[in-house]
């Protein structure tokens, strides 16, 4: 496994071949089963109860790790989880931003773990490197060695059936927390103390909010008599970091996919009109007044995180999925979220981010397994619904205790740590396997006083300002995966990298036309008949 690197310069050179050049035998159910049994018939394997194996075995895992996490061998709930199954894990943890490159050189390599670990995987590859054989079909195991998620399955086959490939198969397990907290990631934080210096009211309107990234910038907020004020700050299409909810303003909110729906008709946005008025807008009014800090094109988490908790106080606006992790528990008193910004029309509008239910590539076995029977019973402790509720915030007597009824119920915080900065710390996070059901919250574990907080800022500042519709989760047919996978990572790379240039250089009057042409010439109109098809699809099953 460690030799992957070694090969990292050598493959750079072969990136064409990432998903092609994954040669394996096409797998079967019948194929499935051989491998389900591969070693039930080892004295040391136990099908049932713990520990899983009498004596230690050792399966390697590849994982993403977010920034503040530790390697996952350090971390507690998986001491806990080695020493009750005496399964031990050789895990090869990668930082997060660094994760989807690396994960697809190791697949091209052929130097495969025994399982990838919070996978990320994507319908695409999952329906490809389970045909090609890289990753195996999972219904088998899950039948025989997987009481925890055949229970889930039974009380929401809506689980099952969205994890489901088109062939029948099962080739990834889902990760969920159904609480609805993300149906806008991108919450609008402002420095409000500031706002109070300078004599400022709370913008209501795009303009309003320019006025005051101004006088963040010119008039010495934090009062240490330099110039170093950040106005505005964020992270360019990134998850919960990004301005695409601005872009409401202008009439058409944005997102990551640049793919919105209303009444029922699929969206591509940044060929719209509405999104060339607001690049127009962001290079005029912020960019070339300096009110965007210009790392914002480039940073990463790490860094963007440190610009909240400077000595001084320089960060004026920014956005994240809550306040508290940028600029700690203690900076957050001077920071409020803002509802979405009329904009020079008059619209105020925030989109609904696309998908929602749960993912189903959060864990895949491969073929380089050769104990795929215990590997299916160890990520199976982690569908037992108190075991999901520690993966995804953090182990018993760290972040919970167990009330008297058995619920488990959040600890306080050590002093001066966020809950984002905590839960990286602990815990695998919302990526990693297990599902926590709406039925859960309340009745196996609290939700966490965060994610209630954020329900009531949803509540408050934005639900009455969202979109009506959002792009469903749907599992194309390989056919239609193909296509889309030819097509748009390409032409989305070549938008977002657009994006940035109108925004730092200007110039989108001049470039639409050729930009449009270009985008059409890469297959947008092909892409977005692919998206409206599953769509309509979609509906129509719904409606059967």
């Known amino acids: 496994m460690k030799s992957w690197y070694k090969k990292a310069g050598i493959l750079a050179l072969a990136g064409a071949f990432v998903l092609s050049g994954c040669s394996g035998k096409g797998n079967s159910s019948e194929g499935s089963k051989n491998q389900a049994n591969s070693s039930v018939e080892d004295t040391n394997f136990n099908k049932t109860g713990l520990p899983i194996v009498n004596d230690t075995v050792t399966l390697t895992m590849v994982s993403p790790k977010a920034a503040l996490a530790p390697e996952y061998s350090e971390m507690e709930i998986f001491k806990r989880l080695e020493k009750e199954t005496n399964v031990k894990i050789n895990w090869e943890n990668i930082p997060d931003t660094d994760y989807t490159e690396k994960k697809n050189l190791l697949i091209a390599s052929g130097d495969l773990p025994d399982a990838f670990y919070a996978a990320g995987f994507t319908d695409y590859e999952l329906i490809n490197f389970g045909k090609d054989g890289t990753i195996i079909p999972l219904e088998d195991l899950i039948d025989q060695y997987a009481p925890n998620l055949k229970a889930l399955f039974e009380r929401r086959p809506d689980i099952k059936s969205t994890i489901t490939a088109p062939d029948g198969h099962i080739y990834g397990l889902p990760s969920w927390e159904d609480n609805n907290l993300g149906t806008n990631p991108f919450f609008h934080v402002i420095n409000k103390s500031w706002l109070d210096k300078l004599g400022l009211k709370m913008p209501q309107t795009l303009d309003e909010y320019t006025e005051a990234l101004v006088a963040f910038k010119t008039q010495d907020p934090n009062g240490n008599g330099k110039q170093d004020e950040i106005p505005l700050s964020f992270m360019h299409m990134q998850w919960c970091m990004d301005i695409a909810g601005i872009f409401g303003a202008f009439g058409l909110p944005d997102n990551l996919e640049h793919r919105v729906v ?87 509008l925030i989109g609904r981010a696309n998908g929602g239910g749960p993912g189903r590539g959060a864990f895949v076995i491969t073929k380089a397994n050769k104990n795929p029977e215990i590997t299916m019973r160890w990520i199976d402790q982690q569908y037992e619904p108190y075991m999901a509720a520690q993966i995804h915030w953090g182990p018993l007597n760290v972040v919970f205790e167990k009330d008297e009824n058995g619920k488990l119920v959040n600890l306080p915080l050590p002093e001066g740590t966020s809950a984002g900065e905590f839960r990286q710390k602990v815990a695998p996070g919302s990526g990693g396997p297990g599902v926590i059901t709406f039925e859960d919250f309340g009745k196996v574990v609290d939700m966490e006083p965060r994610a209630q907080q954020r329900a009531k800022d949803l509540e408050q500042y934005y639900n009455p300002y969202m979109e009506k519709e959002n792009y469903p989760s749907i599992f194309f047919e390989p056919e239609e995966l193909d296509k889309i996978n030819k097509i748009e990572p390409e032409l989305i790379k070549y938008v977002n990298t657009q994006r940035g240039k109108f925004i730092v250089d200007g110039g989108v009057d001049g470039q639409w036309d050729s930009y449009v042409k270009t985008l059409e010439k890469m297959g947008l109109n092909e892409l977005m008949e692919l998206y409206q098809t599953g769509l309509d699809r979609y509906y129509a099953n719904l409606n059967k």
């Open 262 to 348: 209303r009444d029922g008709k699929v969206i591509f946005t940044a060929t719209q009109p509405e999104y060339k008025e607001a690049l127009k807008y962001f290079h005029e009014k912020w960019y070339k007044q300096g009110l965007i800090d210009p790392e914002s094109f480039t940073q990463d988490a790490a860094q963007y995180l440190a610009k909240g908790k400077s000595s001084d106080e320089t960060l004026g606006s920014y956005i994240w999925w809550e306040i508290e992790e940028v600029v700690g528990t203690e900076g957050s008193k001077d920071y409020a979220l803002l509802s979405p910004l009329k904009g020079p029309s008059g619209d105020q």
